[in-house]
């Protein structure tokens, strides 16, 4: 089945750049999506398809994808940014068709 | 606006069936705007997705949970429901479900509940 690799971990001064990546084989032909997920919360949309966002979240979040690897990038980093953050595919040839990142965390300094 | 409400079986015994409900508010589940997905998280673990339907009715679930899974809708009561059989501690997690949006984005949560399986 398809897997999406993430960095367990990122630490991030606040007002710096943070970039979680996501590792997966072509991932850069699929749609990846994006999630930020805070202590005792549900996970809430942030990107979608690769780099759009939905209605309410901060243009500081934005995402790329390319060739093997996609990244959602903060930028100018808040402590409300420190949180879990999951990318997400469709595979449409997978068995497992929706297939999540291991998942990182992000730590605001 | 549309929102999401789970709840169900909170405890449930070892090879007994889970079985959840997502009410729909905001917004009709008959909407071909929307199809829906059943998604779970153990205690600090990651997510896992664990079924979905279309507006229409066909399903598609995760094969790792062995054809223990069924989905369906409710269209009376605009809700999702989910029945997972046989359970172990293994499916001991919170459960989240979530509108799908065309680009097979999960675009809306609910707030989740949580199941405990255990004698």
């Known amino acids: 089945s398809y897997v999406l690799t993430q960095p367990p971990s990122v630490s991030v001064a606040p007002g710096q750049t943070a970039r979680v990546t996501c590792g997966g084989n072509n991932v850069a032909i699929k749609r990846v999506h994006w999630y930020q997920q805070k202590p005792g919360q549900a996970p809430a949309l942030v990107v979608h398809?690769?780099?759009d966002r939905p209605s309410g979240i901060p243009e500081r979040f934005s995402g790329s994808n390319s060739g093997t690897t996609a990244t959602l990038t903060i930028s100018r980093v808040e402590a409300g940014d420190e949180a879990d953050y999951y990318c997400?595919?469709?595979?449409?040839?997978?068995?497992?068709?929706?297939?999540f990142g291991t998942g990182t965390t992000v730590t605001v300094l | 606006q549309l929102q999401l409400h789970e709840s169900g079986s909170g405890l449930v015994k070892p090879s007994q069936t889970l079985s959840l409900t997502c009410a729909v508010s905001?917004?009709?589940?008959?909407?071909?705007?929307?199809?829906w997905s059943w998604i779970r998280q153990s205690a600090g673990k990651g997510l896992e997705w664990i079924a979905y339907?279309?507006?229409?009715?066909?399903?598609y679930d995760n094969p790792s949970l062995n054809n223990r899974v069924t989905i369906s809708l409710d269209r009376s009561k605009n809700q999702i429901s989910l029945q997972l059989r046989s359970v172990s501690a293994a499916d001991t997690a919170f459960y989240y479900c979530a509108s799908v949006s065309r680009m097979n984005a999960f675009d809306i949560w609910g707030q989740g509940t949580m199941v405990t399986v255990s004698s």
């Open positions: 339907i279309h507006y229409g009715g066909s399903t």
């Open positions: 905001g917004g009709s589940i008959n909407n071909g705007d929307y199809s």
């Open positions: 997400q595919v469709w595979d449409r040839f997978s068995e497992h068709m929706y297939v």
């Open positions: 398809d690769n780099s």
